[in-house]
């Protein structure tokens, strides 16, 4: 079948995306899976990475990546309704299954220690064809392909750091740093949605303008030097924020809690330019903040959020449509930063 692979390890991680036709065919789905026919794959950041190496996972190449994807259910395996078939749906990569020391543990909790994700322990979407657990799809309708490939893993991850997480309620205020990629949009998206006063952080004007056109109520560039949490005190009336979106890392990090209303929360799915940063204890305490980690979501968060999509009060942003043929300029485009939403591989191309 074709598939999108990564030959082999190394930056710059476009170098060695290679399109091959014969590449194995899909097997036929196990007992609980299904087998999906893909419409359309979206990039992420994890692309990046499973192209760079992952500390902690045994990778070899070559091998596909992709955490998102569109497709129609083509194949279902034992266990599994008939109904499913010919259905367009999108996937949570996030799979795990509660083990027996642990049977508490809810399924596709990532919180499992079993908990792995589709294209990164294991071959991922960026092929004609893959096979799923029926319990983490969930069905999409007559929607877009190219909209519903790039709405799950980002959209998933935004919903479950603000809302589950953060415990975001309507109109509090929202910090979004790094404005532009999949994440920070959505973000963004959902935000608004909740009728939340928005700031987002950007190291480019356009980005800035970008997102105000989208809905956020005010832009603060960053320089890289400026210590932009005072833009935000003046923005809120010394206030600070109730939330903080944060998945650059290092260089935000002390500005983000710098801006956080008493009570605040800093909520991070990432950290795209360094893991080490150092923090203020005194801030935290002194105003009761709660600075939170959060990884992808569970199979409930995956179809509360199809719902929303489905019914049009959530999408995501698009940034560019590429034929599978050409997908190394999808991956130059993401390694070079840009981007605003996400980049998406069109599978009948």
């Known amino acids: 079948m074709k598939a999108v692979i990564i030959a082999q390890q190394g930056p710059p991680v476009a170098d060695h995306i290679e399109v091959r036709t014969d590449w194995p065919e899909c097997p036929p789905p196990g007992p609980g899976r299904v087998t999906i026919r893909t419409e359309a794959s979206a990039l992420n950041h994890m692309d990046i990475w499973v192209g760079l190496g992952i500390p902690g996972v045994d990778l070899t190449w070559p091998r596909i990546s992709g955490c998102d994807a569109c497709g129609v259910i083509e194949a279902v395996g034992d266990g599994v309704d008939e109904g499913w078939m010919g259905r367009r749906v999108i996937v949570n990569a996030a799979v795990a299954q509660p083990e027996a020391e642990r049977p508490d543990d809810p399924p596709a909790s990532t919180l499992a220690p079993a908990y792995q994700l589709i294209g990164e322990h294991s071959n991922g979407m960026h092929c004609e064809r893959f096979n799923a657990p029926v319990s983490n799809v ?151 903040l709660r600075v939170l980690g959060s990884t992808m979501g569970s199979n409930a968060e995956f179809r509360e959020i199809a719902a929303l999509f489905r019914a049009g009060h959530l999408a995501p942003v698009i940034d560019s449509v590429h034929a599978s043929s050409v997908a190394a300029d999808a991956w130059r485009r993401l390694e070079a930063a840009d981007q605003f939403g996400n980049v998406v591989l069109d599978w009948s191309m």
């Not at 990090?253 to 360094?274: E, F, I, N, Q």
């Not at 940063?277 to 005194?282: D, K, S």
């Open 138 to 288: 969930a069905v999409v309708g007559d929607a877009d392909p190219h909209h519903a490939a790039a709405f799950g893993l980002v959209t998933l991850t935004a919903w479950s750091m603000m809302m589950t997480k953060g415990g975001l309620r309507p109109g509090q205020s929202v910090l979004i740093t790094g404005i532009g990629g999949g994440v920070a949009t959505a973000a963004l998206s959902i935000a608004r949605w909740m009728g939340c006063p928005t700031i987002v952080t950007s190291r480019h004007q356009w980005k800035l303008d970008k997102a105000r056109e989208l809905g956020a109520d005010h832009g603060i560039l960053d320089s890289g030097s400026n210590d932009w949490s005072k833009d935000v005190r003046r923005l809120t009336n010394k206030r600070g924020v109730d939330l903080v979106v944060d998945s650059v890392g290092k260089p935000t990090h002390d500005k983000c809690l710098g801006s956080l209303a008493r009570g605040g929360a800093l909520v991070t799915p990432g950290c795209t330019a360094g893991p080490i940063a150092e923090t203020n204890l005194a801030r935290i305490f002194w105003n009761q």
